[in-house]
């Protein structure tokens, strides 16, 4: 556990004006809120995404996959910058140039767990850290529960990825019900061990997330500033139109988005036939699973493909309408 005080610490108190609003609103709302950087704007959405410390891969995908998506549609993410899941989604929101912000169970000037230094550092640059407890306080276990009532607060919504029958995650989402928050789970094997908190809450109510459009989509009517993501048809470029970033679509594209544009061809297709129709060429040599999810999921935010046939990937009409006239003019 490492002690940082290059960020200046500020003291809130709940008569402050710069005291989160949403916390004011909450039974037993912190007296005192510690912060170093920012906090989180309450005019912009804000997910909450958590889960096991101890996870499984599929689980590690999913965080990276959900947090990109969502931190690249303007949504802030709020978590625990816990090991596993926490600290995975917070990376991935902000290696996406989104922001985000960790709630701790010690002071602002610890860093815990220590392996999380890095990004210690870079929600202090990139976000903010906040907690109830003044600078020194140790991470004491009992910290952490109450923490959670915290992180749902600041949160429009929450994100279970994963999480066991007995997990301490379900505390914040016991939290999140209590103060009107929407819960969202990830669904899992049956047999999985890592999945059976979700597939609980799945059973009992909980919103199902198949992908981050799913909570993206609810955000919009929110009230909240969506304008990135206009009205859960994905992220355009700003001062262009949709119809103009698919026309040239692959001028803004990297290297690996343009193999796998190239190859999805004009026909619906699975996950497992794309990897394999690019492991066949040299180009696609090396890509695995989770980069083309990540690369299809980017497509989908930004409207250029359709996920509803059933589990397959389709280039959208109008896209593939973009391209064929780009090939007449050629």
Known sequence: MKRTANVKERCLLQTDSAYPAVLRQIRSAPGRLYVRG????????????????RCSSYGRD???LFAGALSAAGVQIISGMASGIDGIAQRAALETGGISFGVLGC???????AGNQD???????????LSEYPAGTPPVSGHFPARNRIISALSDAVLVIEAKERSGTLITVDFALEQGRDVY???????DGWSEGCNRLIRQG?????TPDDILEALVGSGKNMAVYAHGKGRPVPGRTKETCCADMSVHMDRRERIVWEH??????????LYEALHGTEAGEGMGLPE????????RIQGLISGECGNKYERKAKVLNADAKSADRD
């Open 119 to 129: 990004l210690y550092e870079a929600l202090l640059e990139k976000g903010g850290l």
């Open 185 to 191: 789970a990830l669904p899992g094997r049956l047999t």
């Open 206 to 210: 909980a919103g199902i997330a198949l």
């Open 107 to 113: 002071g602002t000037d610890l860093c815990y767990p």
């Open 38 to 53: 920012m906090l989180p704007d309450p005019d912009r959405p804000a997910v909450a995404i958590i889960g096991a410390r």
């Open 62 to 64: 999913m965080a990276r």
């Open 292 to 299: 083309i999810t990540d690369i299809l999921m980017n497509f």
């Open 264 to 273: 999805m061809g004009e026909r619906p297709v699975t996950l497992q036939e």
